[in-house]
């Protein structure tokens, strides 16, 4: 693991691209926040992100996120965010460990999230994971499928539609980026239409495409390796 002094010069550089990817677009860089990626590496890395004054972690695998939350120690009042596909019997367990769920990608996991919040007598923030780039190995709604049953979105009762997320595709650079990310932002755009949600998050940008996002009106990157160096394969 880095250290500290690393991770701070890191962690400068991606709000310096954040900040001039949002000056180019005229956008408000106050408007996008930056979700930390800590997966697959160690607790520092959610301690680090604490101490830079970031309130929020991003994991994509619920027992890692569950060991990570009870050993990190001294970063108060951190909100955690999974950001990777969700079995449906780690649900329950997954409510236990994160505050807000990124990876909704089916109708039958957003109906069990509901049922199992509601039972907990609690409310769950939420976004719909969109497979924008329509790319078999990825997990997400089809856009088109999403917006022709977008009624549903209403009608769960312990579910906060808080918008939308996606995952930049891997091929095609720069151009195939910008385009799956406009695309995000025009289905929500129509979303928000159709059912009167106010969907404020578009959840895009990672390391690697930060840029191609603002750049389309993302309001949270989801930034890891260009934070802590690279992950083991
Ligand atoms: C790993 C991951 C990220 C961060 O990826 P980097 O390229 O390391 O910035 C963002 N979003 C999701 C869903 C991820 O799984």
């Known amino acids: 693991m880095i250290s500290y002094n690393q991770f701070f010069q890191k962690f400068t550089g991606v709000v310096g691209r954040m900040e001039d990817a949002a000056r180019r ?68 367990l997954a409510l236990e460990v994160f505050d807000r769920i990124q990876s909704v990608d089916s109708w039958k996991l957003a109906r069990r999230l509901d049922r199992l919040a509601g039972e907990r007598n609690r409310r769950l923030p939420c976004l719909i994971q969109v497979n924008t780039a329509g790319d078999p190995r990825k997990y997400g709604f089809d856009s088109g499928q999403l917006l022709e049953d977008c009624e549903q979105l209403v009608h769960f009762e312990h579910l906060e539609m808080e918008g939308l997320m996606t995952i930049g595709p891997l091929e095609g650079g720069r151009d195939a980026a910008r385009r799956a990310f406009a695309g995000l932002r025009e289905l929500v755009e129509r979303l928000r239409q159709r059912t009167g949600l106010a969907l404020p998050e578009l959840s895009m940008g990672m390391s690697g495409d930060l840029e191609e996002a603002v750049a389309e009106g993302s309001t949270l990157i989801r930034v890891g390796s260009a934070l802590f160096g690279e992950r083991d394969p």
Do not use: C, M, Y
């Not at 106050?30 to 929020?56: D, N």
């Not at 619920?62 to 970063?75: H, N």
């Open 25 to 92: 677009a005229g956008r408000d860089p106050s408007g996008i926040s930056l979700l930390p990626v800590t997966k697959t590496h160690p607790k520092e890395a959610v301690e680090f992100s604490g101490r830079a004054g970031l309130g929020r972690i991003g994991e994509n695998r619920v027992q890692e996120a569950a060991a990570k939350r009870s050993e990190v120690r001294g970063v108060p009042d951190l909100r955690w965010d999974l950001i990777g596909h969700l079995q449906s019997n780690k649900a329950a």
